[in-house]
C-alpha cells in the first residue's frame, strides 16, 4: 500500500499533467519520461505513484470515458468540463487501484477533494443497476465480457457496500456543513502628517428652486377632433351607396338581355326589310373530321375504349345473371343528400345567431365593466396625490445628503496627488529597464538572421551552378518500337494506329445493322397505330350516337326543388337575440345620463358598437352568398352525369400532338 502525506496535491499535477497530453502530437513513451523529469522533487514513492496513475488513465481512457461521458450527461449536467480529469483519475483509482491502495486510503484521496462533486460522482459510478447494465455492455465493446465480469465489475460490486458507507460519511458532511464566509483583510488607511488648513467659511446654501406652476391640460385633449367624425360619417354614406349599388345590380343583372316594345318593333321592321339569310348546310358528321393525333395519344385513346368495352361486357354478364338496376338507389342518394344539405344549412343559421347572441352578451358585460373602472379610477387619483406628497419630501432629504458627500470627496481627492506623483515615478524607473532588456534581445535576433541569411545565399550559388551545367533534351523516337518495360501486352505506335482502324471499321458495321432493325420496328409501329385508328373512329361515332340519344331524354325531364322551412332552435335564438338587443338599448340610454368625464369611454363603445353591427351586417350577407353558394353547387352536382356524358366522346379529340 503507497503511504503519502500531501493527497490533494499529488491528485492536482496527474489532473494538471492529463491535461498538457495530446496523443495526436505525442506518444505515451515522451511523455512519461517528460512528466518523470518534472517529478523528481518528489520521493521515489510518490513520483512511482503518479506515474503508474498517468499511465494507466492514458492506457484505459475508452474504458473510463464511457462512465464520465454518462455522468456528464445525466447527473453532471452542471459540472465544469474543465475537471472533466479529475473524474477520470477518481474513476481509474476505483477500478483498478482500490485492492491496491485500500478504502483507507482511497477515502482519504476523495475527502481531500470536493466533497459535493466526489459525493456525486461515486454516487454515480457504485450504483449496482448501472454496473451491471450499461457500463458492463460498454466495456465489453473493448475487452471480452467475461474478462470484464470477473476482473472488474465483480470487484467493483465487492466494495460497493464499503464505498456506500463513505458517500453516506460525504453526504452527511454536506448536509451538517455551515457556510463559512472569509473575512478579507480591510486596509486601514494612514493620514498623512500635512498642515491643517485654515477653516473655509461655510457657504451659503444654495436656494432651492421653485418649478413654475403648470398650465391645465386642455379640454380638447378629452374629445375626438371633429375630422374623425367627418371621416365615419363619409364611410358609412359611401358603405350605404355601394350595398344600394350592388342590390341594383343583384336585381338587374339579366336586364341587358330584355328589350323595350319599341326597340323589339324598330327591330322586327328592320328584319323584314333585309333580304332573307341564307344559311350553309353544316356537315352532319363532325366525328370525321382529319385530327393529328401522336402516338401516346393514339394508344391512350384505344386503351380506354378497350376498358369501356370490358366494363359494358360485365355489365351485360350481371345483368344476365340477375343483377338489379340502380336507379332507386340513386333517388334515395339523392333524396339523402338534399336533407344533409338542408341540415347543413340550419346549422350555419345556428352557429351564426348563437354569434350573434354572445356579442350582445359581450356588450352588456362590457358596459357593467366600465361602471366598475370608474370607480377604481376615483380611488386611484386619491392614492396617488399622496405617493407625490410622499416623493417630494423624499426628494428635499436625498439633495442634503448629495451635498454633504460631494464635500467628503473633494477632500480625499487633495490626500491622493501625492500618491499619484510617487507611483508614477516607480513605473518609470520599471519601464527603463525593461526597455534596456528589450534593445539587448534585439541585437541579439539581428545577429542570428544575419546568420541564417548568409548560409540560405550560400545554398542558392550552389543550386544555380548546378543548374547551369549542359544537359542533352533531343531524343529520337522510332514508331516501330516498343517501350521496353517488359509487359506481355506491350506494343509500337505504328501497331497500335492499325489496331484503332480497325475497330473503327468494326464499330461502323454495328451502327449500320443497328440502324436497319430500327427502321424495321418503326415501320411496324406504324402500321399498328393506323390500325387503332381505325378502331377508334369507329368507336367515336357509336359513342357520339348514344350521347345524342340520353341528352334528348333528359331535356324532356323536369326537375322542381322545396324551399327548406327554419328549425326551431333558429326561431329560440331568433327571440333570445331581440330581448337582449332591447336589454343593451336601455343600458346604453342609463350610460347616456352619467357626466361628461366618462365621454371618452362611451364613444369609444359606441364606435365598438357601430363596427359591430357592421360586422353582423357583412355576416348576414356572407350567410346569405353562401346558402346561393349550396344550391348552386348542389344544382351543378344534378346536371355533372349529363356534363361528362356529353363531353366524354369528344374529349379525346384534344389530346396533345
Excluded at 119 to 138: G, H, S
Excluded at 148 to 168: F, M, S
Excluded at 189 to 205: D, G, Q
Excluded at 219 to 245: C, F, G, V
Aim: proline share 4%; with cysteine; hydrophobic share 35%.
Amino acid at each position: 500500500m503507497v503511504k503519502m502525506v500531501s493527497h490533494g496535491k499529488h491528485i492536482a499535477i496527474i489532473v494538471q499533467q492529463l491535461n498538457k497530453f495530446n496523443p495526436e502530437n505525442q506518444s505515451m513513451e515522451d511523455f512519461l519520461n517528460e512528466s518523470a523529469k518534472m517529478l523528481q522533487t518528489l520521493n521515489m514513492t510518490e513520483e512511482k505513484f503518479v506515474l503508474d496513475t498517468l499511465a494507466g488513465c492514458i492506457e484505459y481512457k475508452p474504458l473510463l470515458d464511457v462512465v464520465v461521458n454518462a455522468f456528464f450527461v445525466q447527473d453532471g449536467r452542471y459540472c465544469l468540463f474543465s475537471e472533466r480529469n479529475l473524474y477520470i483519475v477518481i474513476c481509474y483509482l476505483a477500478t483498478f487501484q482500490l485492492e491496491e491502495l485500500g478504502l483507507q486510503h482511497f477515502s482519504r484521496i476523495v475527502k481531500s477533494q470536493d466533497t459535493a462533486k466526489m459525493q456525486k460522482f461515486l454516487r454515480f459510478f457504485f450504483n449496482t443497476l448501472y454496473l451491471n447494465t450499461w457500463i458492463k455492455d460498454e466495456w465489453s465493446h473493448f475487452y471480452d465480457s467475461e474478462y470484464v465480469k470477473e476482473n472488474w465489475i465483480d470487484l467493483l460490486l465487492r466494495w460497493q457496500p464499503k464505498v456506500q458507507q463513505l458517500i453516506e460519511q460525504l453526504t452527511d458532511k454536506l448536509n451538517n456543513s455551515t457556510t463559512t464566509v472569509k473575512t478579507s483583510m480591510v486596509t486601514h488607511p494612514k493620514e498623512f502628517n500635512l498642515t491643517v488648513p485654515r477653516p473655509r467659511a461655510i457657504p451659503i446654501p444654495l436656494p432651492i428652486p421653485v418649478l413654475e406652476k403648470r398650465p391645465p391640460v386642455p379640454s380638447s385633449t378629452y374629445k375626438p377632433p371633429k375630422e374623425k367624425k367627418q371621416l365615419e360619417e363619409i364611410k358609412r354614406k359611401n358603405r350605404r351607396k355601394a350595398e344600394d349599388l350592388l342590390l341594383k345590380a343583384n336585381a338587374d343583372q339579366f336586364r341587358c338581355a330584355t328589350m323595350k316594345p319599341e326597340k323589339r318593333e324598330n327591330t322586327h321592321d328592320s328584319m323584314n326589310s333585309k333580304p332573307a339569310f341564307q344559311a350553309q348546310k353544316i356537315q352532319s358528321k363532325i366525328d370525321n373530321i382529319p385530327i393529328k393525333l401522336n402516338a401516346a395519344a393514339i394508344l391512350r385513346e384505344d386503351a380506354l375504349y378497350q376498358r369501356k368495352m370490358e366494363q359494358e361486357l360485365k355489365r351485360i354478364e350481371n345483368l344476365l345473371r340477375g343483377a338489379g338496376d340502380p336507379s332507386e338507389f340513386l333517388k334515395w342518394q339523392k333524396q339523402m343528400r338534399g336533407k344533409d344539405l338542408e341540415e347543413q344549412l340550419a346549422e350555419i343559421e345556428c352557429r351564426r345567431l348563437q354569434g350573434k347572441l354572445s356579442h350582445e352578451e359581450a356588450v352588456l358585460a362590457r358596459q357593467n365593466v366600465i361602471q366598475e373602472n370608474k370607480k377604481k379610477a376615483d380611488l386611484m387619483r386619491e392614492e396617488k396625490a399622496e405617493l407625490m406628497q410622499q416623493y417630494a419630501g423624499k426628494r428635499l432629504q436625498e439633495q442634503k445628503e448629495m451635498r454633504e458627500l460631494v464635500e467628503q470627496v473633494v477632500e480625499g481627492h487633495k490626500n491622493a496627488k501625492q500618491a499619484k506623483v510617487k507611483l508614477q515615478k516607480y513605473k518609470q524607473q520599471i519601464v527603463q529597464k525593461v526597455c534596456e532588456e528589450n534593445g539587448e534581445l534585439l541585437q541579439q535576433a539581428l545577429e542570428e538572421e544575419e546568420e541564417k541569411l548568409r548560409k540560405r545565399y550560400e545554398l542558392i550559388q550552389q543550386i544555380r551552378a548546378i543548374e547551369s551545367l549542359p544537359s542533352i533534351r533531343h531524343k529520337f523516337v522510332d514508331l516501330t518500337e516498343t517501350g521496353g518495360h517488359g509487359l506481355i501486352c506491350e506494343m509500337s505506335i505504328a501497331e497500335l494506329r492499325e489496331r484503332l482502324a480497325l475497330l473503327r471499321e468494326a464499330q461502323k458495321a454495328a451502327e449500320e445493322e443497328k440502324r436497319e432493325q430500327i427502321i424495321h420496328e418503326k415501320q411496324a409501329k406504324e402500321q399498328l397505330l393506323r390500325d387503332k385508328l381505325d378502331q377508334i373512329s369507329l368507336f367515336r361515332a357509336e359513342r357520339g350516337r348514344a350521347a345524342a340519344l340520353k341528352q334528348e331524354e333528359k331535356k324532356r325531364k323536369s326537375q322542381s326543388g322545396e324551399r327548406p322551412m327554419k328549425d326551431e332552435r333558429i326561431l329560440n335564438l331568433e327571440k333570445r337575440i331581440v330581448e337582449k338587443t332591447m336589454e343593451r338599448k336601455k343600458q346604453e340610454g342609463l350610460l347616456k345620463i352619467t357626466p361628461q368625464k366618462t365621454s371618452i369611454s362611451s364613444r369609444k363603445d359606441s364606435l365598438q358598437l357601430n363596427h359591430c353591427n357592421e360586422l353582423e351586417k357583412s355576416r348576414e350577407r356572407q350567410f346569405k352568398n353562401l346558402q346561393r353558394g349550396f344550391r348552386a353547387r348542389e344544382t351543378a352536382r344534378k346536371w355533372l352525369p349529363i356534363r361528362q356524358q356529353e363531353v366524354e366522346p369528344q374529349s379525346v379529340y384534344c389530346a396533345p400532338k
